[in-house]
């Protein structure tokens, strides 16, 4: 069995970076879990303990951290296959 990763996208719906890659996910029919750091603090300040910075977007994969919407965006495009 090939292992499945855990992930979670950390974002706020009023950033552009945060949106571009919302929109590559809804294109090509991704389904990830979310958590806006506007709407609960709390989501903020887990990413600052998993990532350093409370920058968005950033999606955890496995408890790591990967920022920037070009870099999650390549991640999907090499690591999920549909
Ligand atoms: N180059 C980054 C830019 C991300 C960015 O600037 N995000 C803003 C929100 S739109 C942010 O999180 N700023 C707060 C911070 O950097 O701590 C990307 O493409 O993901």
Redesign the pocket.
Do not use: D, G
């Given at each position: 069995m090939i292992p499945v990763p855990t992930l979670t996208l950390y974002h706020?719906m009023?950033?552009?970076?945060?949106q571009?890659v919302r929109e590559f996910l809804s294109k090509e029919g991704i389904k990830v879990p979310m958590k806006d750091t506007h709407e609960n603090p709390a989501f903020r300040d887990e990413l600052i303990k998993i990532g350093g910075?409370?920058?968005?977007?950033c999606l955890v994969i496995d408890g790591k951290a990967l920022?920037?919407?070009?870099d999650i965006i390549e991640w999907f495009k090499k690591n999920y296959k549909k």
């Open positions: 706020f009023a950033c552009p970076y945060c571009r910075k409370p920058q968005v977007p920022y920037e919407s070009l």
